[in-house]
């Protein structure tokens, strides 16, 4: 079955900096791979998100890179603020043509901390 | 007000008990999925459902049953089979053959005492 894997498990930056999250998975079918931010105590909400024929996708300071041939992806956040203090999941849906068709596994999280 | 609603918020049993988690949404979807969310665990798959009467195991089924036998509700039982189940649980759903978002319902903590 698909396994993702996040890192960091935690990230640290000044305000203004950048950050940056990385995830690999295993399964070949998968084509979704969305992106979670969940703040404390609230429900996980989609921030972005990337399919399998597109190789980046932007949406103001938060991007998305997919790498389909090493089965990666990774998520760009410029000009980091506190309010972008949470924590974040990435994702992968598995595709058709595999026995897992629907399944969305989610990597472990990353603690991400913008200190003013 | 459409949506997915988990209740209740907060949980609590005794050990040995089973308990039933519930799950309801209206915005049409075909899919839904349940999550067990541990501190630095991420969110792991419990079972899913593509379609009405008919289901999944997920990564870490064991001790836990699911039905699904409308479309809007996709309820969890924690059965006295589930060695550690105390966890915040999370629903969600999607469109089945689109590839598009899931979403989330507020969760239900769980505390078996």
């Known amino acids: 079955g698909e396994n993702v894997e996040q890192h960091p498990s935690t990230l640290s930056v000044q305000e203004g900096d950048s950050a940056v999250i990385k995830c690999t998975y295993s399964?070949?079918?998968?084509?979704?791979f969305p992106w979670y931010k969940q703040e404390l105590g609230k429900r996980p909400q989609l921030i972005i998100d990337?399919?399998?024929?597109?190789g980046e996708k932007k949406d103001q300071r938060i991007a998305v890179t997919l790498n389909k041939t090493a089965k990666h992806f990774s998520l760009h956040i410029t000009e980091t603020q506190p309010e972008d203090s949470a924590v974040y999941f990435c994702?992968?849906?598995?595709?058709?043509?595999?026995?897992?068709?629907?399944?969305?596994?989610f990597g472990q999280g990353t603690i991400l901390t913008v200190h003013p | 007000d459409g949506g997915i609603t988990q209740s209740p918020k907060y949980l609590f049993r005794k050990e040995g008990q089973n308990v039933t988690l519930s799950c309801e949404q209206n915005?049409?979807?075909?899919?839904m999925y349940w999550y067990r969310q541990d501190p630095g665990q991420g969110l792991r798959l419990i079972y899913y459902?593509?379609?009405?009467?008919?289901?999944q195991k997920g990564d870490i089924a064991e001790g836990y049953s699911v039905s699904r036998e409308k479309k809007e509700s996709f309820p969890l039982t924690v059965t006295s089979a589930q060695k550690n189940p105390t966890a915040f649980y999370l629903c969600?759903?999607?469109?089945?053959?689109?590839?598009?978002?899931?979403?989330f319902g507020q969760g239900t903590r769980l505390t078996v005492v």
């Open positions: 969600a759903s999607s469109v089945r053959d689109r590839v598009t978002e899931a979403f």
């Open positions: 399964d070949s079918a998968s084509n979704y």
């Open positions: 990337i399919r399998s024929n597109v």
């Open positions: 994702a992968a849906r598995a595709g058709a043509g595999g026995t897992s068709y629907g399944k969305l596994t």
């Open positions: 915005l049409n979807h075909d899919a």
């Open positions: 459902s593509q379609i009405v009467n008919d289901f």
